[in-house]
């Protein structure tokens, strides 16, 4: 699994990239009440906003890491914000992403990077 | 955050794992823990504590009688001063002459003197309003030491009362002074959440202690200033800088209820406060713009400064005060509309994002209010 430097999770999935919250950017948020995904079979540049999330606290965004072609979104999402929450890390994947090049992911933190910058 | 300064239970929210933000110049306990939400949640079901004690306090001591002052406070307020009980509050506004608020308190009348609670973010202004225009009349004794705690919701009777039994008597909008084993209190059955519950203002020698004992309690948890704003905001209650200021009239802001009869055209006292002319007229006519409770019809909270619309584009005016009712369980939210727009069920649309969405007005408060009277 990769991090990037906004808080997500990147993981590889056959020739795909799955993307969504780290924990602590969730506990960060607090309670997430809605999200609002993106429309699949859409192309997407890096850093482009593609979701929002809206805790009870604010809105922010959720980046595209990389280039790519959205191919999936997690329904559970709108119906269920608060998984967030409760599976950040697992159940509450926000999209998943086809990119030509699976090496761009080489240039995102590990997991002891992002602990590091997160103290 | 050195220049920010700090309540006096900051240690004890910092123990409480607090998250302290700025505030209107304090370190704030913004949310506790359990989080916005459990803590909104916890309140409208037991009790919850708040911290307010960045509020103003202060005391008008009147320098000859009780009814010379009621009237010099009236020349400020377009509310019956002079008629309001001993032993009883009401909601005041400070008005200024273009009929626009000031400020937006609460005042009662304790026998001897008014006891007044302002806005933390007006302090500053309203002590000098207060100089300046009661100075001849009154003693202006600003209360800079003493804690003011709040303790709302459905329990908060169950929980106050084990440390002073005489606030079970007390009913909606009632102040009382008990002296306790925390020192003198100053209590009074209000609130910001449209819960019943209590407000209590405490030396701060004795507030740790009063804190202490509540929290110990367990029906009681912390409550930080995030879920402070949805309660209000579901009670459908005007935060000042946000929903209310100098640019909206009390009758703008659908708190023509505070302005009792003896104030209006016809009273025993009527007008005589600054902006009468403005207030007075928009009581008869009816304002042109009006604050409005607002349902969005997604899950998408509208925030301030959401920008609203006609369904056939006119703009109309922003959202002052949404977000997620966690108690309504969707979003809800306050703005002003052209009165052409402001009936209940108006059709609406609110920007989010670049994309209009539809919203609908609606009657406030969104979550029905559960006062002693």
């Known amino acids: 699994m990769k991090f990037t430097k906004e808080h997500e999770w990147l993981r590889v999935e056959g020739d795909l990239v799955v993307v969504g919250i780290t924990e ?5 948020l607090g309670d997430v009440v809605f999200v609002e995904l ?17 805790s009870v606290k604010a809105a922010s965004d959720i980046l595209a890491p990389v280039e790519g072609e959205i191919v999936a979104v997690n329904g559970k999402l709108s119906d269920n914000p608060g998984l967030v929450n409760e599976d950040p890390m697992g159940e509450a994947w926000f999209f998943k992403l086809k990119v030509d090049d699976l090496g761009v992911l080489d240039d995102f933190m590990d997991e002891d990077e992002y602990k590091d910058m997160i103290g | 955050m050195s220049d920010l300064l700090r309540l006096p239970l900051h240690e004890l929210h910092v123990g409480l794992g607090g998250k302290m933000v700025p505030f209107a110049g304090y370190e704030m306990p913004v949310q506790y823990p359990s989080g916005v939400m459990k803590e909104h949640l916890h ?34 307020m ?6 309001l009980a001993q032993g009883r509050q009401r909601y005041g506004i400070f008005t200024d002459d273009t009929g626009g608020i000031l400020d937006d308190l609460m005042f009662a009348n304790r026998g001897s003197h008014f006891f007044l609670v302002v806005n933390a973010a007006r302090k500053a202004h309203d002590f000098a309003h207060l100089e300046q225009h009661l100075a001849d009349v009154a003693t202006i004794e600003v209360q800079r030491e003493r804690a003011l705690l709040a303790v709302q919701g459905p329990l908060a009777e169950t929980a106050l009362s084990r440390l002073e039994p005489g606030v079970a008597a007390m009913k909606f909008m009632d102040s009382a002074i008990f002296l306790t084993e925390f020192g003198e209190i100053w209590v009074s059955r209000s609130g910001y959440t449209g819960e019943d519950g209590f407000e ?21 948890l912390p409550i930080g200033l995030g879920a402070r704003d949805s309660l209000r905001l579901e009670a459908g209650l005007c935060l000042y800088g946000h929903d209310i200021d100098a640019t909206t009239s009390p009758v703008e802001a659908g708190l023509a209820w505070a302005i009792q009869k003896a104030r209006r055209a016809g009273g025993a006292r009527a007008g005589g406060f600054p902006g009468a002319a403005r207030i007075l007229r928009e009581l008869d006519d009816g304002p042109e713009r009006q604050r409005v409770g607002l349902r969005p019809a997604g899950r998408a909270p509208m925030r301030e400064d959401t920008a609203l619309f006609a369904t056939d584009g006119t703009p109309l005016g922003t959202v002052t005060s949404g977000g997620f009712g966690p108690s309504v369980g969707e979003p809800v939210a306050m703005g002003y509309v052209p009165a052409s727009h402001a009936a209940i069920g108006s059709a609406l649309e609110g920007e989010v994002r670049g994309k209009r969405l539809p919203v609908t007005v609606a009657a406030m408060p969104f979550y029905p209010t559960h006062y002693k009277r």
């Open chain 1, 38 to 54: 993106p429309e699949p079979e859409t192309m997407v540049a890096a850093g482009s906003e593609v979701c929002v999330i809206e």
């Open chain 2, 78 to 83: 377009p509310v019956d001063v002079l008629g």
């Open chain 1, 24 to 28: 602590h950017a969730a506990e960060a």
């Open chain 2, 200 to 220: 209590i203002s405490v030396h701060p020698g004795g507030a740790l202690e009063l804190a202490r004992a509540l929290l110990a309690m367990e029906e009681v």
């Open chain 2, 43 to 76: 309140t409208r079901a037991a009790a919850g504590l708040f911290d307010v004690s960045h509020m103003g306090q202060v005391i008008l001591r009147p320098k000859t009688d009780m009814a010379g002052l009621a009237l010099a406070l009236e020349r400020l």
